[in-house]
């Protein structure tokens, strides 16, 4: 995929800024998530998983994500990232879990870009009925290679954004917190 066509995937214009490419990026990528988890009709999933990956490709040739053989869900690289970001920590049973949400098989690690974006998420997860997950600041190589070693996605949420919780995300973390 060339620039052209990577503009023309996320519908933007060829001068968009960077912030502009990561907006879209994450619109388009909730759109696409929330459909994969809503889905009644599992001949439509193969359609919906490739138009992620183009997304997910556009993203990277715009913001010059990694070589091929590192973009996608699996494969993350920290360029074009924050050098810090903010992920949710739950601790149960002295045990400790990352915030990750599923999407079409693969369990994607939430990062935000924003301490005020991953305080409202927490919050979101409480009302909920989760406990709150604390909201830590990593350098973002160190998130990037802790979802490589663990084979996770990873998705930044923009602080021009806000995420919302999944019902099949906060079951997960209700199904973790009651392991011992």
């Given at each position: 995929m060339d620039t052209t066509e990577a503009f023309q995937v996320l519908n933007?214009?060829?001068?968009?800024?960077?912030?502009?490419?990561?907006?879209?990026?994450?619109?388009?990528?909730?759109?696409?998530?929330?459909?994969?988890?809503?889905?009644?009709?599992?001949?439509?999933?193969?359609?919906?998983?490739?138009?992620?990956?183009?997304?997910?490709?556009?993203?990277?040739?715009?913001?010059?994500?990694?070589?091929?053989?590192?973009?996608?869900?699996?494969?993350?690289?920290?360029?074009?990232?924050?050098?810090?970001?903010?992920?949710?920590?739950?601790?149960?049973?002295?045990?400790?879990?990352?915030?990750?949400?599923?999407?079409?098989?693969?369990?994607?690690?939430?990062?935000?870009?924003?301490?005020?974006?991953a305080k409202k998420y927490a919050q979101r997860l409480a009302q909920q009925g989760l406990p709150k997950p604390v909201a830590e600041r990593f350098d973002t190589q160190e998130i990037v290679d802790f979802c490589r070693a663990g084979g996770y996605g990873l998705m930044v949420v923009p602080a021009s954004e806000v995420l919302e919780p999944l019902p099949e995300s906060t079951e997960a973390a209700r199904n973790w917190q009651g392991k011992s």
């Open positions: 933007l214009p060829p001068d968009a800024s960077e912030q502009e490419i990561r907006r879209k990026w994450f619109r388009e990528y909730q759109a696409l998530s929330a459909a994969l988890l809503e889905l009644d009709d599992e001949r439509q999933r193969p359609l919906l998983e490739a138009r992620l990956a183009r997304l997910n490709e556009a993203r990277d040739v715009l913001l010059g994500n990694g070589s091929q053989a590192e973009t996608g869900l699996s494969g993350v690289s920290s360029e074009g990232l924050p050098p810090q970001v903010i992920v949710l920590l739950y601790q149960a049973n002295g045990q400790e879990g990352i915030c990750t949400r599923q999407i079409g098989g693969q369990d994607i690690v939430i990062a935000f870009e924003s301490l005020f974006g």
